[in-house]
């Protein structure tokens, strides 16, 4: 079985010509908070040991990660906020986060691996990589890059609205944010567009 079944490689970038960034987004499942996109373009020669798709690692290994991440690679991180969300839909928001992402690195890539099954519209070369976080290095250093980016926002958003739990849950709708939601209502950071924000709203 070829290794990039088990671990992401670089195979992918090196079919590609040119540069190559890797793509990727975190934040489409939440009740609350933006989505967010980064792209990262590795330097080879440098390459952080240990990357994989950010969800195979622990949060410990995962920040260890995106500090060597941001050290070694050229890296741009891009976001669509919860109106944006609301406003266009959040397939259409996190298309517009990996546009903003890959518009935030300090050159322009040749080729962009994208996660997923949908081109983001970025004006360059694109292929689109379904899972593409077990298979190729730059979209899973993406991944990593853009889950300690969203986790780290939700824990200072936590600050402000205590009771949801979003410290630990990130937004997404568990038992614990659902009692906050039942208990405290919709904050301005809920996205009144999904399904279970928008029937409380209802009830209210």
């Known amino acids: 079985m070829p290794s990039h079944n088990i671990f992401p490689d670089l195979s992918l ?13 975190v934040g489409r499942g939440p009740f609350a908070g933006p989505v967010v996109a980064s ?3 590795l330097d080879r020669d440098r390459l ?7 969800k195979n690692l622990s949060r410990a290994k995962r920040e260890e990660l995106f500090e ?6 050229t890296v ?20 517009l986060a990996m546009r903003r992402a890959v518009e935030a690195l300090s050159h322009t890539p040749n080729w962009a691996l994208v996660d997923g099954n949908k081109d983001p519209g970025l004006g360059i070369n694109t292929r689109t990589v379904i899972k593409g976080d077990a298979k190729s290095l730059s979209i899973a250093a993406a991944s990593i890059v853009a889950k ?9 958003f936590a600050e402000d609205y205590p009771h949801y739990g979003w410290e630990r849950n990130s ?15 919709v904050t301005p950071l809920h996205r009144r ?11 209210c």
């Open 76 to 95: 741009g991180i891009g976001e669509a906020s919860v109106e944006e969300i609301d406003t266009l839909n959040i397939l259409q928001a996190t298309l």
């Open 148 to 156: 300690v980016t969203r986790d780290r926002k939700m824990c200072r």
């Open 13 to 25: 970038e090196e079919a590609a010509t040119g540069i190559v960034a890797g793509v990727d987004e």
């Open 39 to 41: 792209a990262v373009i």
């Open 68 to 73: 060597l991440i941001m050290a070694t690679a």
């Open 193 to 203: 567009s999904f399904a279970p924000i928008r029937e409380l709203l209802k009830s």
């Open 171 to 185: 937004g997404y709708g568990t038992a614990e944010h659902r009692k906050g939601l039942r208990d405290f209502g």
């Open 48 to 54: 952080p040991p240990g990357i994989q798709d950010s």
